[in-house]
């Protein structure tokens, strides 16, 4: 090779960098793109207009956009330490502030009520809103409040939180508590019977392995965990392991990937650990005057120390590879992607917020994965099974 060699190589190089740069948001702008977690909500309810762009938080309509997401699910969630009102009470509030924010903003983004609503949505290239309710406690033990919150919206359901119900184990209490009876009681057996008949999807985030289980062997329709990780990568009780990928696989289901960093990355709970006493000064400041949500708050001290953060944080290909895995395991039909962007203060780098989604059709590229395959990753695999479960 001489040197005239390199300098045409030189020159060509940007151009193949720059088509390929082109390549990746092209064919990602174009892909049906489903995100199935983000607790967006609990800042449309502290007031934040997320029709505009805004520097909080991870989601806005705007960066939505940008992000080529196409739907999102939107959890309901009552946080178990939050006693001011009763669990439906809170979510039926949660719920109208969600509607009145897509009211304001019809021209921009609507709520699916029935499958249908996705072609007609994305024909008036409209976002789409579905409501989860993330832990079924507003549903206080009575299977006709089902019927209740669905006619709300609701179209789909995670039994547990880190909370259980009375009639479904977390993983959380699973894990840490002694408790007497785990899985689903036969109580539960009729909430699951009844979402299968009306059309709401079960997610199973967030539900012990004794739950999961049961849940596998109740539900006749595919569910779904909407914002989990690979056991086998890091062995966080959030996650799955490999019989539990390949039951969900084989129900025609799938798992979503989380952006969670504590989720991907199993050595990241102690950097993290260290990282905060470390500035406990600066974080107790922070905490001090706070008058905020504590998600907020917690987006503040991460922004505030992201110069160290960056140095222990999962990235985007991280992600890849919890995705990749599944994809080795039962193929290419059963994986997703569930950010839970808003639900945590810190998230993989490369992946700074919704706008940042594109790097994942990027990555997936760079791994060698066919635009059909990427397709079904970032979208059409939740197609599927949202097809498959609702009216
Ligand atoms: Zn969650």
Redesign the pocket.
């Known amino acids: 090779m001489n040197g005239k060699f390199f300098a045409q190589l030189s020159f060509f190089l940007p151009l193949i960098f720059s088509l390929q740069t082109l390549d990746y948001q092209k064919i990602h702008q174009q892909a049906i793109v489903i995100d199935g977690?983000n607790?967006a909500i609990q800042r449309i309810v502290s007031g934040e207009d997320l029709a505009k762009l805004t520097t909080n938080g991870h989601i806005d309509i705007p960066r939505m956009r940008s992000g080529g997401i196409d739907a999102a699910f939107f959890?309901v969630?009552v946080p178990p330490y939050n006693k001011s009102q009763s669990y439906s009470k809170q979510a039926v509030k949660q719920i109208e502030k969600f509607k009145q924010f897509v009211e304001k903003n019809t021209d921009q983004i609507g709520i699916l009520m029935k499958f249908d609503d996705f072609e007609k949505f994305r024909s008036q290239k409209k976002l789409i809103g579905i409501l989860s309710m993330?832990g079924a406690h507003p549903l206080e033990d009575n299977t006709k409040n089902l019927d209740f919150f669905y006619e709300l919206g609701v179209r789909s359901i995670?039994p547990t939180?880190?909370n259980s119900t009375s009639w479904a184990t977390s993983a959380t209490d699973e894990n840490q508590k002694k408790i007497k009876r785990k899985g689903l009681s036969e109580l539960g057996k009729k909430f699951i019977k009844r979402m299968n008949e009306l059309g709401i999807l079960i997610d199973l985030?967030?539900s012990g392995e004794q739950t999961f289980w049961d849940i596998i062997q109740t539900s006749d329709k595919p569910v779904i965990a909407?914002?989990s990780a690979v056991w086998e990568i890091c062995p966080h009780i959030?996650n799955l392991k490999d019989d539990q990928i390949k039951a969900i696989a084989k129900k025609g289901g799938l798992i979503a990937i989380t952006f969670?960093p504590w989720f991907l990355d199993s050595t990241f709970a102690k950097k993290e650990k260290e990282l905060r006493i470390k500035n406990s000064k600066l974080i107790d400041s922070v905490k001090k005057d706070w008058k905020g949500n504590s998600l907020s708050r917690e987006f503040i001290i991460g922004k505030l120390l992201m110069n160290e953060y960056e140095k222990i944080l999962p990235s985007v290909e991280t992600v890849v590879e919890h995705i990749d895995y599944i994809v080795r395991l039962v193929g290419v039909d059963y994986v997703g992607l569930g950010s839970?962007f808003d639900?945590v203060g810190i998230v993989p780098l490369g992946l700074d917020d919704v706008s940042y989604y594109p790097n994942i059709t990027r990555k997936l590229l760079e791994r060698g994965y066919a635009e059909k395959d990427i397709r079904k990753i970032l979208g059409e695999n939740f197609l599927r099974v949202l097809k498959e479960v609702l009216k």
Do not use: I, L
């Open positions: 977690h607790d959890a969630w993330e995670m939180w880190n985030s967030h909407s914002h959030r969670v839970d639900g």
